[in-house]
Protein backbone atom coordinates (compact mmCIF):
# COMPACT_ATOMS: atom_id res chain seq x y z
CA UNK A 1 0.00 0.00 0.00
CA UNK A 2 1.75 3.49 -0.98
CA UNK A 3 1.70 6.07 1.57
CA UNK A 4 0.40 9.52 1.68
CA UNK A 5 2.45 12.36 0.29
CA UNK A 6 3.57 14.76 2.79
CA UNK A 7 1.64 17.73 3.08
CA UNK A 8 3.75 19.93 1.43
CA UNK A 9 3.94 17.93 -2.01
CA UNK A 10 0.09 17.12 -1.72
CA UNK A 11 -0.54 20.81 -1.25
CA UNK A 12 -1.36 22.87 -3.55
CA UNK A 13 -3.00 20.70 -5.97
CA UNK A 14 -1.69 20.73 -9.75
CA UNK A 15 -3.94 23.85 -10.33
CA UNK A 16 -2.78 25.84 -7.74
CA UNK A 17 -5.97 25.44 -5.13
CA UNK A 18 -5.30 24.56 -1.37
CA UNK A 19 -9.33 22.98 -1.19
CA UNK A 20 -11.11 25.68 -1.80
CA UNK A 21 -8.99 28.67 -1.85
CA UNK A 22 -6.18 29.79 -4.23
CA UNK A 23 -5.95 29.23 -8.23
CA UNK A 24 -5.32 31.45 -10.65
CA UNK A 25 -7.55 34.45 -11.82
CA UNK A 26 -5.82 36.12 -14.16
CA UNK A 27 -6.14 37.96 -17.46
CA UNK A 28 -5.59 36.30 -20.43
CA UNK A 29 -2.26 37.63 -21.37
CA UNK A 30 -0.70 36.49 -18.07
CA UNK A 31 -1.67 32.96 -18.59
CA UNK A 32 1.30 32.33 -20.78
CA UNK A 33 3.95 33.82 -18.40
CA UNK A 34 2.53 32.45 -15.25
CA UNK A 35 2.72 28.82 -16.98
CA UNK A 36 6.54 29.42 -18.08
CA UNK A 37 7.32 30.51 -14.11
CA UNK A 38 5.66 27.40 -13.04
CA UNK A 39 7.08 24.79 -15.43
CA UNK A 40 10.37 26.14 -14.65
CA UNK A 41 9.72 26.19 -11.00
CA UNK A 42 8.71 22.54 -11.60
CA UNK A 43 12.03 21.95 -12.90
CA UNK A 44 14.51 23.48 -10.74
CA UNK A 45 12.80 22.77 -7.31
CA UNK A 46 13.94 19.10 -8.40
CA UNK A 47 17.44 20.53 -9.42
CA UNK A 48 20.53 19.44 -7.66
CA UNK A 49 22.69 22.27 -9.59
CA UNK A 50 19.51 24.58 -8.64
CA UNK A 51 18.94 23.76 -5.09
CA UNK A 52 22.83 23.38 -4.63
CA UNK A 53 23.32 26.93 -5.47
CA UNK A 54 20.50 27.94 -3.34
CA UNK A 55 22.23 26.26 -0.16
CA UNK A 56 25.33 28.16 -1.09
CA UNK A 57 23.77 31.59 -1.23
CA UNK A 58 22.08 30.70 1.94
CA UNK A 59 25.06 29.67 3.73
CA UNK A 60 27.69 32.17 2.14
CA UNK A 61 25.62 35.42 1.65
CA UNK A 62 22.45 35.51 3.77
CA UNK A 63 24.60 34.14 6.92
CA UNK A 64 22.05 30.96 7.25
CA UNK A 65 20.74 28.81 9.17
CA UNK A 66 19.84 32.16 11.66
CA UNK A 67 19.78 31.29 15.49
CA UNK A 68 16.43 30.68 17.37
CA UNK A 69 17.16 32.68 21.14
CA UNK A 70 15.72 31.92 23.88
CA UNK A 71 14.18 35.37 25.78
CA UNK A 72 14.85 34.62 29.53
CA UNK A 73 15.04 38.16 30.54
CA UNK A 74 11.36 38.64 28.55
CA UNK A 75 10.02 35.37 29.79
CA UNK A 76 10.88 35.82 33.99
CA UNK A 77 9.30 39.47 33.41
CA UNK A 78 6.29 37.88 31.99
CA UNK A 79 6.54 35.08 34.78
CA UNK A 80 4.51 32.87 32.49
CA UNK A 81 5.56 30.63 29.27
CA UNK A 82 8.90 30.22 27.95
CA UNK A 83 9.50 32.24 25.01
CA UNK A 84 12.06 31.30 21.86
CA UNK A 85 12.30 34.05 19.13
CA UNK A 86 14.03 32.78 15.26
CA UNK A 87 16.19 35.35 14.59
CA UNK A 88 15.00 36.55 10.73
CA UNK A 89 16.27 39.86 12.02
CA UNK A 90 19.64 37.96 11.44
CA UNK A 91 19.26 37.29 8.40
CA UNK A 92 21.00 39.61 5.30
CA UNK A 93 18.84 42.58 4.77
CA UNK A 94 17.24 42.41 8.30
CA UNK A 95 13.82 40.11 7.41
CA UNK A 96 12.83 36.87 6.04
CA UNK A 97 12.16 38.22 2.72
CA UNK A 98 15.67 37.62 1.23
CA UNK A 99 14.83 33.55 1.52
CA UNK A 100 12.87 34.02 -1.71
CA UNK A 101 13.77 37.23 -3.04
CA UNK A 102 17.24 35.34 -3.78
CA UNK A 103 15.54 32.04 -5.25
CA UNK A 104 12.88 34.49 -7.50
CA UNK A 105 15.95 36.29 -9.00
CA UNK A 106 17.95 32.73 -9.50
CA UNK A 107 14.57 31.68 -11.15
CA UNK A 108 14.67 34.79 -13.53
CA UNK A 109 18.18 34.22 -14.66
CA UNK A 110 17.48 30.65 -15.38
CA UNK A 111 13.91 32.07 -17.66
CA UNK A 112 16.76 34.86 -19.52
CA UNK A 113 14.89 37.81 -17.54
CA UNK A 114 16.74 41.26 -17.35
CA UNK A 115 14.39 42.50 -14.91
CA UNK A 116 12.57 42.39 -11.36
CA UNK A 117 9.36 44.28 -10.97
CA UNK A 118 7.77 43.74 -7.52
CA UNK A 119 5.39 45.71 -4.63
CA UNK A 120 6.69 46.36 -1.19
CA UNK A 121 4.84 47.47 1.83
CA UNK A 122 7.39 48.20 4.92
CA UNK A 123 10.07 48.33 2.23
CA UNK A 124 11.26 44.54 3.39
CA UNK A 125 10.89 42.82 0.33
CA UNK A 126 11.57 45.78 -1.74
CA UNK A 127 14.71 46.24 -0.36
CA UNK A 128 15.73 41.77 -0.46
CA UNK A 129 14.93 42.10 -4.01
CA UNK A 130 16.82 44.97 -4.73
CA UNK A 131 19.40 42.86 -3.02
CA UNK A 132 18.81 40.25 -5.24
CA UNK A 133 18.93 42.36 -8.39
CA UNK A 134 22.18 43.66 -7.65
CA UNK A 135 23.73 40.30 -6.94
CA UNK A 136 22.39 38.26 -9.93
CA UNK A 137 22.91 41.99 -12.12
CA UNK A 138 19.11 42.33 -13.06
CA UNK A 139 17.33 45.40 -13.04
CA UNK A 140 15.07 46.38 -10.29
CA UNK A 141 11.64 48.33 -10.09
CA UNK A 142 10.00 48.36 -6.78
CA UNK A 143 6.38 50.02 -6.34
CA UNK A 144 5.34 51.44 -3.11
CA UNK A 145 2.87 53.47 -1.36
CA UNK A 146 3.20 56.71 -0.90
CA UNK A 147 2.38 56.64 2.74
CA UNK A 148 4.39 53.46 2.82
CA UNK A 149 7.43 55.71 1.18
CA UNK A 150 6.84 58.20 3.47
CA UNK A 151 7.01 55.87 7.00
CA UNK A 152 9.54 54.03 5.83
CA UNK A 153 11.79 56.08 4.42
CA UNK A 154 15.20 54.20 5.89
CA UNK A 155 14.48 51.28 3.67
CA UNK A 156 13.28 53.48 0.32
CA UNK A 157 16.91 54.84 0.53
CA UNK A 158 18.26 51.32 0.93
CA UNK A 159 16.23 50.18 -2.36
CA UNK A 160 17.86 53.46 -4.05
CA UNK A 161 21.28 53.16 -3.31
CA UNK A 162 21.07 49.19 -3.84
CA UNK A 163 20.21 50.28 -7.73
CA UNK A 164 16.41 49.50 -7.63
CA UNK A 165 14.00 52.42 -9.54
CA UNK A 166 11.24 53.18 -6.51
CA UNK A 167 7.76 53.73 -8.24
CA UNK A 168 5.19 55.21 -5.51
CA UNK A 169 1.38 53.99 -5.69
CA UNK A 170 -0.94 57.47 -5.96
CA UNK A 171 -3.93 56.17 -5.93
CA UNK A 172 -6.77 54.73 -3.46
CA UNK A 173 -5.13 54.41 0.37
CA UNK A 174 -1.85 54.49 -1.13
CA UNK A 175 -0.31 51.75 0.99
CA UNK A 176 0.42 47.98 0.36
CA UNK A 177 -2.76 47.09 -1.79
CA UNK A 178 -2.30 49.92 -4.43
CA UNK A 179 1.89 48.96 -4.67
CA UNK A 180 0.48 45.44 -5.86
CA UNK A 181 -1.73 47.05 -8.13
CA UNK A 182 0.45 49.33 -9.38
CA UNK A 183 3.01 46.60 -9.80
CA UNK A 184 0.91 44.32 -12.00
CA UNK A 185 0.21 46.92 -14.52
CA UNK A 186 3.27 47.75 -15.08
CA UNK A 187 4.61 44.13 -15.29
CA UNK A 188 1.45 43.73 -17.95
CA UNK A 189 3.09 45.93 -20.26
CA UNK A 190 6.63 43.93 -20.37
CA UNK A 191 6.00 40.11 -19.86
CA UNK A 192 8.80 39.36 -21.73
CA UNK A 193 11.81 40.52 -20.17
CA UNK A 194 10.34 41.22 -17.02
CA UNK A 195 9.69 38.77 -14.19
CA UNK A 196 6.83 39.78 -11.34
CA UNK A 197 8.51 38.70 -7.87
CA UNK A 198 5.83 38.47 -5.95
CA UNK A 199 6.84 39.57 -1.95
CA UNK A 200 4.37 36.74 -0.15
CA UNK A 201 2.29 33.75 -0.25
CA UNK A 202 -0.29 35.21 -1.79
CA UNK A 203 -1.06 36.18 -5.81
CA UNK A 204 -1.93 33.62 -8.23
CA UNK A 205 -0.63 30.07 -8.58
CA UNK A 206 2.19 28.89 -8.33
CA UNK A 207 3.33 32.04 -6.17
CA UNK A 208 1.59 31.04 -2.76
CA UNK A 209 3.87 27.34 -3.06
CA UNK A 210 6.61 28.92 -4.40
CA UNK A 211 7.20 31.59 -2.25
CA UNK A 212 6.15 29.05 1.19
CA UNK A 213 8.98 26.60 0.02
CA UNK A 214 11.32 28.91 -0.33
CA UNK A 215 10.39 30.59 3.45
CA UNK A 216 10.24 26.98 4.18
CA UNK A 217 13.67 26.94 5.42
CA UNK A 218 12.73 29.22 8.35
CA UNK A 219 10.73 26.12 9.90
CA UNK A 220 13.17 23.67 9.00
CA UNK A 221 15.92 25.45 10.42
CA UNK A 222 14.03 25.93 13.64
CA UNK A 223 12.59 22.86 14.12
CA UNK A 224 15.95 21.28 14.30
CA UNK A 225 17.11 24.18 16.99
CA UNK A 226 14.82 23.66 18.84
CA UNK A 227 14.97 20.19 19.63
CA UNK A 228 18.80 20.36 20.16
CA UNK A 229 17.86 23.30 22.25
CA UNK A 230 15.53 21.51 24.08
CA UNK A 231 15.11 18.13 23.35
CA UNK A 232 11.32 18.66 22.41
CA UNK A 233 9.27 20.26 20.20
CA UNK A 234 7.42 23.65 21.10
CA UNK A 235 3.94 23.76 22.40
CA UNK A 236 3.24 27.06 19.92
CA UNK A 237 4.18 28.53 17.36
CA UNK A 238 3.31 31.93 16.26
CA UNK A 239 4.03 34.45 13.52
CA UNK A 240 2.50 37.96 12.23
CA UNK A 241 0.34 37.91 8.90
CA UNK A 242 -0.75 40.19 6.80
CA UNK A 243 0.08 38.45 3.23
CA UNK A 244 1.55 35.71 5.27
CA UNK A 245 5.12 34.95 4.00
CA UNK A 246 7.07 34.59 6.94
CA UNK A 247 4.56 32.51 9.13
CA UNK A 248 4.14 29.87 6.47
CA UNK A 249 7.78 29.97 6.33
CA UNK A 250 7.75 28.75 10.15
CA UNK A 251 4.58 26.68 10.13
CA UNK A 252 5.56 24.66 6.79
CA UNK A 253 7.94 22.77 9.16
CA UNK A 254 5.29 21.59 11.87
CA UNK A 255 1.90 21.55 10.04
CA UNK A 256 2.12 17.73 10.65
CA UNK A 257 3.25 17.90 14.07
CA UNK A 258 1.42 18.07 17.54
CA UNK A 259 2.23 21.73 17.84
CA UNK A 260 -0.30 24.80 17.66
CA UNK A 261 0.01 27.56 15.12
CA UNK A 262 -1.32 30.74 15.65
CA UNK A 263 -1.46 33.33 13.09
CA UNK A 264 -1.04 36.67 14.32
CA UNK A 265 -3.56 39.25 12.55
CA UNK A 266 -3.16 42.94 13.21
CA UNK A 267 -6.20 44.37 14.78
CA UNK A 268 -5.08 48.19 14.37
CA UNK A 269 -6.62 50.34 16.39
CA UNK A 270 -10.40 49.24 16.30
CA UNK A 271 -13.15 46.62 15.01
CA UNK A 272 -14.59 48.78 12.65
CA UNK A 273 -13.76 48.27 8.67
CA UNK A 274 -10.79 50.62 7.88
CA UNK A 275 -8.89 50.11 11.44
CA UNK A 276 -7.91 46.77 10.99
CA UNK A 277 -6.35 44.57 8.86
CA UNK A 278 -7.29 41.20 10.50
CA UNK A 279 -9.23 39.25 7.08
CA UNK A 280 -9.12 35.59 8.71
CA UNK A 281 -11.00 37.41 11.66
CA UNK A 282 -13.70 39.46 9.70
CA UNK A 283 -13.51 38.80 6.13
CA UNK A 284 -15.48 36.48 3.74
CA UNK A 285 -14.43 34.71 0.89
CA UNK A 286 -13.71 36.65 -2.38
CA UNK A 287 -10.66 37.07 -5.01
CA UNK A 288 -8.19 39.79 -5.33
CA UNK A 289 -5.02 39.76 -7.10
CA UNK A 290 -5.59 36.89 -9.01
CA UNK A 291 -6.44 34.29 -6.29
CA UNK A 292 -9.66 33.06 -4.07
CA UNK A 293 -8.94 33.66 -0.04
CA UNK A 294 -10.70 35.25 3.25
CA UNK A 295 -10.65 39.06 1.93
CA UNK A 296 -11.93 42.41 3.43
CA UNK A 297 -14.74 44.00 1.58
CA UNK A 298 -16.53 47.23 1.36
CA UNK A 299 -20.19 47.71 0.81
CA UNK A 300 -19.85 46.91 -2.72
CA UNK A 301 -17.91 43.76 -2.37
CA UNK A 302 -14.61 45.77 -3.55
CA UNK A 303 -11.55 45.34 -0.86
CA UNK A 304 -11.75 47.41 1.66
CA UNK A 305 -9.83 50.08 3.62
CA UNK A 306 -7.28 48.49 5.65
CA UNK A 307 -4.79 49.82 8.51
CA UNK A 308 -2.28 48.27 10.57
CA UNK A 309 1.09 50.29 12.17
CA UNK A 310 3.10 47.52 10.52
CA UNK A 311 3.34 48.77 7.01
CA UNK A 312 4.22 44.68 5.53
CA UNK A 313 0.60 43.68 6.76
CA UNK A 314 -2.11 46.07 6.38
CA UNK A 315 -3.58 43.88 3.08
CA UNK A 316 -6.99 43.70 2.89
CA UNK A 317 -6.49 39.72 2.04
CA UNK A 318 -4.56 36.81 2.81
CA UNK A 319 -2.39 33.99 1.47
CA UNK A 320 -4.97 31.14 0.45
CA UNK A 321 -2.76 28.08 2.13
CA UNK A 322 -3.59 29.94 5.41
CA UNK A 323 -7.04 30.34 4.85
CA UNK A 324 -6.93 26.88 4.21
CA UNK A 325 -5.48 26.21 7.19
CA UNK A 326 -7.54 28.14 9.53
CA UNK A 327 -10.66 27.05 7.53
CA UNK A 328 -9.67 23.02 8.57
CA UNK A 329 -8.71 24.19 11.85
CA UNK A 330 -5.16 23.46 11.87
CA UNK A 331 -4.08 26.63 12.19
CA UNK A 332 -5.96 29.29 14.89
CA UNK A 333 -5.35 33.24 15.02
CA UNK A 334 -4.61 35.79 17.49
CA UNK A 335 -4.80 39.56 17.46
CA UNK A 336 -2.47 42.28 18.15
CA UNK A 337 -3.57 45.57 18.08
CA UNK A 338 -1.19 48.76 17.21
CA UNK A 339 -0.36 50.26 20.94
CA UNK A 340 0.00 46.12 21.95
CA UNK A 341 2.34 45.76 18.83
CA UNK A 342 4.41 48.70 20.19
CA UNK A 343 4.68 47.65 23.80
CA UNK A 344 5.90 44.32 22.50
CA UNK A 345 8.77 46.57 20.35
CA UNK A 346 9.86 48.25 23.54
CA UNK A 347 9.66 45.22 25.60
CA UNK A 348 11.64 42.69 23.37
CA UNK A 349 14.09 46.03 22.91
CA UNK A 350 14.90 46.68 26.52
CA UNK A 351 14.66 43.23 28.36
CA UNK A 352 16.59 41.33 24.91
CA UNK A 353 18.81 44.02 23.48
CA UNK A 354 17.08 42.90 20.10
CA UNK A 355 14.72 45.30 18.01
CA UNK A 356 11.86 44.12 16.44
CA UNK A 357 10.31 44.91 13.18
CA UNK A 358 6.72 46.47 13.91
CA UNK A 359 5.21 43.94 11.53
CA UNK A 360 7.06 41.02 14.09
CA UNK A 361 6.37 42.78 17.67
CA UNK A 362 2.86 41.84 17.08
CA UNK A 363 3.87 38.13 16.92
CA UNK A 364 5.76 38.74 19.93
CA UNK A 365 2.81 40.52 21.54
CA UNK A 366 0.40 37.45 21.02
CA UNK A 367 2.92 35.41 22.49
CA UNK A 368 3.93 37.52 25.69
CA UNK A 369 -0.11 37.55 25.93
CA UNK A 370 -0.31 33.62 25.67
CA UNK A 371 2.74 33.04 27.91
CA UNK A 372 1.05 35.05 30.82
CA UNK A 373 -2.24 32.08 29.87
CA UNK A 374 -0.17 29.49 29.74
CA UNK A 375 2.44 28.96 32.49
CA UNK A 376 4.10 25.81 31.47
CA UNK A 377 4.29 25.83 27.20
CA UNK A 378 6.98 26.68 25.75
CA UNK A 379 6.35 28.90 22.73
CA UNK A 380 8.26 29.97 19.24
CA UNK A 381 8.05 33.19 17.88
CA UNK A 382 9.20 33.71 14.37
CA UNK A 383 10.89 37.38 14.48
CA UNK A 384 10.38 38.27 11.25
CA UNK A 385 12.92 41.22 11.22
CA UNK A 386 14.31 43.91 12.57
CA UNK A 387 13.18 47.14 13.31
CA UNK A 388 15.41 49.92 12.12
CA UNK A 389 13.15 50.94 9.54
CA UNK A 390 10.26 51.86 12.45
CA UNK A 391 12.63 52.93 14.87
CA UNK A 392 11.39 57.07 13.65
CA UNK A 393 8.20 56.53 13.34
CA UNK A 394 7.73 54.95 16.24
CA UNK A 395 9.95 57.25 18.41
CA UNK A 396 7.84 60.31 17.13
CA UNK A 397 4.61 58.96 18.10
CA UNK A 398 5.09 56.97 21.04
CA UNK A 399 7.19 58.18 23.57
CA UNK A 400 10.36 55.96 24.91
CA UNK A 401 8.99 53.95 28.39
CA UNK A 402 10.87 53.45 31.32
CA UNK A 403 12.02 49.92 32.16
CA UNK A 404 9.65 48.47 34.82
Known sequence: MQKQKPYLESMPNE???FGQFGGAFIPPQLEKPFAE????????SKSFDFINELKKIRKYYQGRPTPVTYCKNLSDYIGGGQIYIKREDLNHTGAHKLNHCMAEALLAKYLGKKKLIAETGAGQHG??????AAYFGL?????????????EHPNVVRMKILGAKVVPATHGLKTLKEAVDSAFEAYLKDTDTQMFAIGSVVGPHPFPRMVRDFQSVVGFEAKEQFFEMTGKLPDM?????????NAMGIFSA???DAVKLYAVEPAGKGCNLGEHSASLTYGSEGIMHGFNSIMLKDADGNPAPVHSIGSGIDYPSVGPEHAYLNSIGRTNVGLCNDD????????????????PALESAHALAFAMKYAKENKKESILVNLSGRGDKDIDYVIEHYPIPQKI
Do not use: P, W
Open 15 to 17: QGF
Open 37 to 44: INEAYDKL
Open 127 to 132: VALATA
Open 139 to 151: ECEIHMGEVDIKK
Open 237 to 245: VTACVGGGS
Open 254 to 256: FIE
Open 340 to 355: EAVDAFYKLSQYEGII
